[in-house]
């Protein structure tokens, strides 16, 4: 780990858990996470509002704190979003946002009275009590089996703080659902964004869009003491403001501190796990090369033996006046070698 790891700058680390949910995750920071979805969108979908799901943590099992820290929205056009913030690798990463993905996807269809209350609260702020009553009693009914199945999109974006060797060695990858042979997009409800943020190596002025501008602000954040000039755009000011440790509350600010040891700790571990790997690689490439040259030394050793061998009977046959061409059959050695005899 360097040094630039464990200072800290004005801005919150967006890596930790408090610094996730303070940029990302209250209310108040809705449209900057508004803002970063519609960037990495752009083309497919445009987001207007949403709405967060879940208002603590769910993970899987206590192993999971200080490793993920996930949002789950609803838009107001109907499609599930799941942010996640990965702090560091695990095994199996690939297949739990599977599952993560498909649970959402489950979701659906058990809780579709509820999904579409949520759609409608999204669509109007205060809706009139006879008007709940109305969506209640007059919930559509499916006419046909299938109908329950009409699944919403569900997006999965993942915010990588490692490499994924199960992944290309590059920043962004995307996933569909889509035919083998002609790449077509089968189902359109199932996607997934990767962000390796090791993999992004731009500088500051080589950001011309404001995508790669949120994402070169995100990794770089936590080591300013302010602002950069370049970035001047609305969200930027927003982002200061909200993201300024000064400006956290004390509540905020203990907690923040806490998640920045956790994190800190959690970066030195992997460096030390690394190290220790390294180096026991180190050894086991120096153990194997040893016996390998043990080996390959005990296999040119017999070689050399059967060689002198053929050679002293060589010798012996020519003192008895065996003529070259018997001694070549006898021995396999040549001519030459049995005149230098």
């Given amino acids: 780990m360097s040094n630039k ?15 996730f949910k303070i940029i990302f995750g209250q209310p108040a920071s809705k449209e900057l996470l508004i803002t970063l979805l519609n960037e990495l969108l752009a083309g497919e979908h445009q987001i207007e ?34 942010v996640e913030m990965q702090n560091r690798f695990h095994s199996n990463f690939l297949d739990r946002t599977l599952f993560y993905m498909c649970r959402a996807i489950g979701r659906q ?16 702020e205060n809706p009139a009590p006879e008007e709940e009553d109305d969506f209640m ?11 329950r199945y009409k699944l919403s999109t569900v997006y999965g974006i993942f915010l990588m703080n490692f490499r994924e060797p199960e992944l290309e060695a590059k920043f962004r990858t ?27 190596t ?16 995100l990794k770089n954040m936590q080591h300013w003491n302010r602002m950069p000039e370049a970035l001047k755009e609305q969200v930027f000011n927003r982002l200061e403001e909200l993201a300024a440790v000064a400006n956290l509350s004390l509540e905020d600010r203990i907690a923040y501190d806490k998640a920045l ?24 490439g120096r153990a194997e090369g040893r016996a390998e040259g043990r080996a390959e030394g005990r296999v040119e ?8 061998e053929r050679k002293s009977i060589a010798r012996n046959l020519k003192s008895l006046h065996f003529t070259t061409e018997q001694i070549m059959q006898a021995t396999g050695l040549s001519e030459a070698e049995i005149e230098a005899l």
């Avoid at 790891?5 to 610094?19: E, K, M, R």
């Avoid at 050793?301 to 002198?308: D, I, M, N, P, T």
């Fill in 5 to 19: 790891d464990l200072t800290c700058g004005h801005f919150v680390n967006p890596f930790t858990d408090i610094g």
């Fill in 49 to 82: 509002n949403l709405t967060f799901l879940d208002k603590e943590n769910h993970s899987d099992n206590l192993d999971d704190a200080g490793i993920i820290y996930d949002l789950y929205c609803l838009t107001t056009t109907g499609e599930y979003i799941i």
């Fill in 109 to 124: 269809v058990e809780n579709i009275r509820e999904k579409r209350k949520k759609e409608r609260e999204l669509r109007t």
């Fill in 137 to 147: 009693l007059n919930e559509a009914k499916a006419d046909y089996y299938g109908a």
């Fill in 174 to 200: 995307d996933t569909v659902i889509a035919d083998r042979e002609s790449g077509k997009q089968v189902n359109p409800h199932f996607r997934q964004i990767f962000l390796q943020f090791p993999y992004f």
């Fill in 202 to 217: 731009k500088e500051l002025n080589d950001c011309e869009t404001l995508y790669d501008k949120l994402i070169y602000t």
């Fill in 261 to 284: 040891d956790r994190y800190r700790v959690s970066r030195i571990v992997e460096e030390d796990a690394r190290e220790a790997g390294w180096k026991q690689g180190l050894e086991e």
């Fill in 301 to 308: 050793g017999r070689a050399e033996g059967r060689a002198e």
